[in-house]
């Protein structure tokens, strides 16, 4: 720990909210702090048998002594946000940065009809990209002017640099997928509205790099893809429900394309974004008998060959790997090599 950033390696939901609930119980954070672009991304946590999806809330959440806190470089649409205080309980341990941008309707609209965005793109259609280019322009209205986030408002970078230097853990989400970013896309246009790498997050929350000590880079154990966009090796339809890969987008409820695990990706979303760890989540999809499991000795033969190649191809330790749903199904090899 003590200033842990994780990331998502290709193209956005890779379980990120399952790994970042499970560190903030496990390893006991202090402050969970969310980076990244705004409410077009979706984190599902399942815990204690009930399923929280959210688009604003840190994924820390789950762990009833963490601070949540949400960076200045984040887009806050209020009334999500407000549902979602709501729905977690979290009133009363939350701070919103007091320039974070604020999501109109107007953006939405725009981004639902807009025939580049919604056709071409693909976009969520939940305004962030049109709110980013008003920022842009220095237009668009800030957290500190909306008469009902006023009791929220906090100067997060404040509060991160400050935890981090009194030695406090001090976990920072990132959203989306390295694939996702405006800079580091594979094929742009298809891209988010800004960028989505380790780097770009800490600015988001207002940590200089000097100050981090663990960048977790997640991988699913296939690749998917909701919007446009080419996709290598791409599956059918058929062959994807086939797999048990057939997902259904958390924001949009769209069907998520799927492809196998892409090593050529992954090591690019390794350098591009520092990666001193990796975690492997779903590895349950490839390998039904790795359900559950909670032990490396516990997973089969195949399963541990493909920890083993990924380690050896990205030359970064993996230290997570997913097994299920609820977010206490996890390998954790840190605790194993201990
Ligand atoms: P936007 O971020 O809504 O502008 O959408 C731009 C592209 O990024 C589209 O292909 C979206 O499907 C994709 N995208 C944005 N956020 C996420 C996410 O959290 N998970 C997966 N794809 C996303
Ligand atoms: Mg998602």
């Not at 981090?164 to 580091?184: A, N």
């Not at 924001?251 to 799927?258: I, N």
Request: with cysteine; net charge neutral.
């Amino acid at each position: 720990m003590p200033a842990t950033v994780v990331v998502g390696g290709f193209y956005g939901d890779e379980g990120k909210g399952k790994i970042l609930s499970y560190l903030s119980v496990v390893d006991d954070v202090d402050l969970g702090v969310r980076g990244g672009v705004g409410p077009n991304a979706g984190h599902t946590v399942v815990f204690k048998g009930k399923e929280f999806k959210l688009r604003q809330i840190p994924s820390a959440f789950v762990n009833e002594r963490t601070l949540l806190l949400i960076g200045p470089g984040v887009l806050i649409n209020p009334e999500v946000l407000f549902n979602e205080i709501q729905i977690t309980g979290t009133e009363n341990r939350i701070y919103v940065d007091k320039n974070c941008g604020i999501i109109e309707r107007r953006h939405i609209e725009l981004d639902s009809s807009d025939s580049h965005l919604k056709g071409t793109v693909g976009t969520t259609g939940t305004g962030t990209g049109p709110a980013n280019a008003e920022r842009v322009l220095r237009k668009l209205k800030i957290a500190r002017d909306v008469p009902d986030l006023q009791k929220y408002l906090g100067d997060v970078p404040e509060m991160v640099n400050e935890a981090v230097d009194s030695g406090k853990k001090v976990l920072i989400e990132g959203t989306q997928g390295t694939f996702l970013s405006l800079w580091h896309t594979d094929y742009y246009p298809f891209c988010t509205s800004k960028d989505t790498t380790a780097s770009a997050i800490c600015s988001d929350v207002g940590l200089g790099p000097k100050k981090v000590d663990d960048i977790l880079v997640i991988f699913k154990s296939y690749v998917t893809r909701v919007g446009g966009g080419p996709l290598e090796n791409e599956y059918s339809e058929d062959e994807a429900r086939r797999l048990g890969m057939l997902e259904i987008a958390t924001v949009t409820g769209r069907k998520r394309r799927s492809a196998p695990f892409n090593f050529k990706l992954a090591k690019r979303a390794v350098m591009l974004n520092s990666a001193t760890q990796v975690a492997i989540t779903k590895l349950d999809v490839l390998f039904p008998e790795a359900s559950g499991a909670k032990r490396y000795e516990d997973l089969p033969r195949g399963a541990r060959d493909f920890i083993d190649k990924v380690e050896d191809e990205l030359k970064v330790p993996v230290t997570l790997v997913g097994t299920g749903k609820d977010i206490m199904e996890i390998v954790d090899m840190r605790k194993d090599k201990l």
